[in-house]
Each structure stands twice: as C-alpha cells, then as structure tokens.
C-alpha cells in the first residue's frame, strides 16, 4: 500500500552537526516518495554546517535563540505547519531507501497511531528503540542495574529485544528518528521542554497513550545512526541530563506522598551513579 496524498514536514534538531547533516539530507529523496519540507531547528552551531545546508539543500533553518534542548527546539521546528506528518530526526540519522514511505504505509495499518518508529541501526547493530514505559519495577531496575548487569531480567522485560523484528505497538519510541501525526502530536502539546536531553520521547510516549493513541515500531523502515556526536563533545554534561530527565520523568509518574521515600531514594541512587561515573572518567 503506497501513501497517499501525505506531505511530510522534517524537522532536524541541530547543534553543530558537522558532516553528518549532509549525509542525512543526501538520504531524504530515496527515503520519501512523497512531497517533503525541511526545517533546521537550530540550537546554536557554531560550526557554519545549518547555514551551508540551507545553501546547498534549500532548506530553511529556524534559530531557537539558544540551546533549548531537543524536545523544545523540535516544538520549534514543526510550529507553524500544515503537514499531516512530522518526521523529527537527530542531524546524525541516515535514512534508508523507503524507510519514511514504510512509516507511511504503517500509519494506515494503524489509524490510532500517534508515533511511528523505524529499526535504528549503530554501526551495524539493531539498537532497542522500541520499549515498554518505565514502572516501579522493571523501568527502575533497568535504571539502576543496567550498566552493572546488562543482561537482568528487568533490562529484558522494558527493552523487549526478543520482539525487535516485529510491528507492533511499543510504550515508547526513540526519538532519534519518530514519524508523528501533526494531529496528535498537537493534540498532547508536543514535546515537553522541562526535558533537556533524554526522556522526552519516553514522556511523550506515555501521553500519548493517556489520550488514546499508540505508538508502533515499524522494523521493515530501516535507519542508520552515528549516534553521540553531540553527547560525546559534552558527555558530562549529557550524563547529569539523563539522570536528571530520568528522575523528572519517574517523579512525575508518582507524586503521591505515599512516594516519597520512593523519589528520595531515587533521585540519591542516580547521585551516587553520576559520581561514580565522573570518578572513572
């Protein structure tokens, strides 16, 4: 089933992106059968590779007037439009031959579909991009034992590797690369800014769902991602932003005072995981 009559608006968050924005954009004509449109949102770059982009590529660009974040320099972006799609991608995506017409055809499959995700590639290897939303359980074991016991139980149970080659609906998608419905996507406010990095694809995810829609994993709409130039330059940084979003992200869930204890102890464990962290850097 080809798409019919869709236009896509494709909203790039850039910081300095080097090289990779060029590659991104080479990839969009093989990945998009349909009329498409692209902002830059751009949160400050200094390295001249936005501005080069809109010269050579014709697209435009959209100054956020800071670093914003990803979330909220995303929002930025796909302000304004009328496409009934929104295509947000990290600068350092390479998109495969179809991959966005795959999406496509997958959202008729599912009208209830407020995000569409492809299989994400790293160096080769399938990246879990498709998971179930973080719980008192296994979200928060996987939060605190994955990088001392890779291979837990409620690792497994919230990355569901075991169901990667499947369509099916996930908790939440990467949002390194998430085809949106305009309609829906507007409809739950967009990405919430309080996240600055990380968590806000799982946060949208989740209010997604709590206005009725789903999000599906589309593995037969394949991307590629170089992944981390942006966190790499400013790994810190990125590391105390994770843990941050993340205890944000579960505080919210369970605000009650019957959680107190709960998010004390929470937000002292990614503490103690960012020192350690920092200590063996």
């Known amino acids: 089933m080809r798409p019919t009559h869709a236009t896509v608006l494709v909203v790039v968050v850039t910081y300095s992106p080097g090289e990779h924005l060029g590659a991104l954009l080479e990839s969009l004509p093989e990945a998009c059968s349909v009329p ?4 830059l949102a ?34 930025h ?25 795959r999406l496509l055809e997958a959202s008729q499959r599912w009208p209830r579909a407020g995000a569409l995700g492809p299989a994400i590639f790293t160096e080769g290897v399938l990246y879990p ?86 999000s599906v994993y589309v593995p037969t709409a394949r991307v590629d991602h170089v992944g981390g130039t942006t966190t790499r330059r400013h790994s810190l940084r990125m590391l105390k932003a994770h843990h941050d979003s993340a205890y944000l992200y579960l505080a919210d869930r369970y605000p009650g005072r019957w959680h107190w204890v709960f998010r004390v102890g929470l937000w002292l464990r990614f503490r103690v995981l960012a020192w350690r962290e920092r200590a063996e850097r």
């Open 129 to 214: 991009s498709a998971r179930e939303l973080p719980v008192i359980g296994h979200g928060i074991g996987h939060a605190l034992l994955a990088r001392l016991w890779p291979d837990n139980p409620w690792t497994r149970t919230y990355r569901r590797n075991d169901l990667m080659p499947v369509e099916r609906v996930a908790g939440w998608l990467s949002g390194a690369c998430l085809l949106l419905r305009r309609k829906a996507f507007e409809e739950v406010g967009g990405f919430d800014p309080r996240y600055f990095m990380y968590f806000e694809d799982v946060d949208l995810g989740d209010r997604l769902a709590r206005h009725g829609m789903v």
């Open 77 to 101: 972006g796909a302000e304004g439009g009328a496409e009934p799609f929104i295509l947000v991608c990290n600068p350092d995506i390479v998109l495969g031959a179809g991959s966005v017409d």
């Open 36 to 39: 498409y449109r692209v902002v």
């Open 42 to 75: 751009d949160n400050g770059s200094t390295d001249g590779a936005p501005e080069a982009a809109v010269d050579r590529y014709g697209v435009e660009m959209r100054r956020t007037g800071g670093n914003l974040g990803y979330g909220a320099a995303a929002n």
